[in-house]
DNA sequence: ATGAAAGCGCTAACAG
DNA sequence: CTGTTAGCGCTTTCAT
């Protein structure tokens, strides 16, 4: 059943063999031939299409009918199973005739700028950004509705989506204090994102309204990677540990891991002389290493969000430019709701 | 800077702004305008694309050029970390001209056939299909260059990459009958997917040659996650140990961190009593897991063989249909190599 | 019920 | 150097 790849079967090759038309080759090939094809002609059709394999070139499909069906995806880091869940949310979320692309960058670097050209310069139902830096977004102009997701920043004629950081700093804070410690590190990456920062931010001011605190300078990071962290925290944790830090917050689960290790590596019992704790939810997290505390970020609704906006631009019911990132979510099926 | 998003300036409309012809336009905006368009007239368009923020339709690029410029990767699942790596790797062996599509399963369970559907409709520059059983492979007829990674299965007109499974069960063999291991048990998929029946054979052949066996019938899940292999290990794996088992080779990672668990709910010492071996290298494991022995499957390197291969392919040497899994992968800058 | 014809936006010969 | 022209393969009125 192998077949010559370098010429696909085109609607005029199925016209021909069916002695019909393009026209009835496309109505048939799109299922929308009620009462409009005899029977007899559409079996003709149909069976012209099976023996020459035909498909619809989506190409000219899609140019022919000046509607975009699919919806790209870009992030830092697709790699990163925070993104896989939001990519599963936003899976689900999708309305049947969009189709979900990722844009895997080819330079393994943080944020690929060229990769995010590339996704601008296609064309596009929609494109959703994860966690976009400030000067990123200051580059691009979008050529679709766009969605930024967890960028913790604003732009004109871009909707917003944000995880509800205030509520996980309260509930590592309330974790934490309630397991009587006072005293915590705070291990952060270096970057152009300020939803990092509100994450310490958030943590710092829910520890404070407990009666502890991020009582050591923070210890940042260049990289959003296990071995980053690992690197970086081996040298500091004892002298943490001296200075009387009980546990650790850390911007990211993968940092936390990193944290993880060099305690281990330095025998310092984790839980028990430490705690370690951090923002977002690998899959793995609770399976793996149970003594790790992590924040559940809703990662997967944060995807399921994103898609029902994007469907409700889509279809047209684009919310108005937001200004604040309380951003309105309108979704298909879905009644609109607020995302604080 | 926004910009109404309902339509997209054309080639002619920069045409018109700049009192040129499309042709001219098309040209520039191509950099193809070398020496066959003065300065001036060059300036004039550049201006009107920047002024209209013109970019060129892909979608149309694409018809009117018969050239297709992006891969697709299709695979099971596509948020697990193994694939991740082969994804890294492909990333990075593809031409620069080309670029690389994930499509993501509508529907999480194993591979979802639409999805594979989808691909094949749209025209694509070629298609890599992580793993595909074999029931899946007769259902579908290529449309473009497609490479099988892992399948353990050919089909003709398709090339096929494996791993070199036999000579990870070596490694695994290797490392367990070295520590002194001889009775093992198996951790494996009910699954249409030969590769995975291959790493059993692998395994058992290896430790037999060496003294050792798999020495308890295979306890076999459903699916492919760390949570089924938790649930299938908890009740067994104290009746393993009192028959003498000392170790457990899972036939991927994911099973294993499951079998981790199992054993740390059980309170069995890992390592010390039991080892636990597995398929696969998520790249977490030796971070978050020391004790579990994992061998390295190079995922990376398959990404990078099928996409050396993927170009060769579409540079138009693509080797003969291979019989067999002996698979001669041709890359553009790299010699010819052979994959066992 | 079916076909002819006009594009979708772009590229690539080919003229001039 | 630049414009004209003829498609790429499909969809969609509009006639017949």
Redesign the pocket.
Known sequence: MTRDLT?????????KLA?????????I??G??A????P???QRVRSAIQQLD????????A?????RDTVAFVSPDPANPFFSLVLDGLASALDESLSLTILWPRHGDDYDPSTVQRALAGDLAGLVLASPGATLLDTISPTCPTILLESGETRAGMASMDLDVEAAGTGIADHLVGLGHRRVGYLGVERDRSTLNHRRDAVERQLQSRGAALSVPDLMVQRMTTQSAYDAALPLLGRWVADGVTAVVCADDLLAYGVLRAAHELDIPVPGTLSIAGFGNLPYSSMVAPSLTSVDLSARELGVRAGNSLNGMLLGSDPAPNETLRTTVVGRNSTARALV
């Open positions: 010429r696909r079967a085109t609607a005029r090759d199925v016209a002695e019909v038309s393009v026209a009835t080759v496309s109505l090939a799109n929308k031939s009462g409009r094809v005899t007899e002609t559409e035909y498909r619809i070139n989506t190409t000219a499909s140019l022919a009918r000046g509607r």
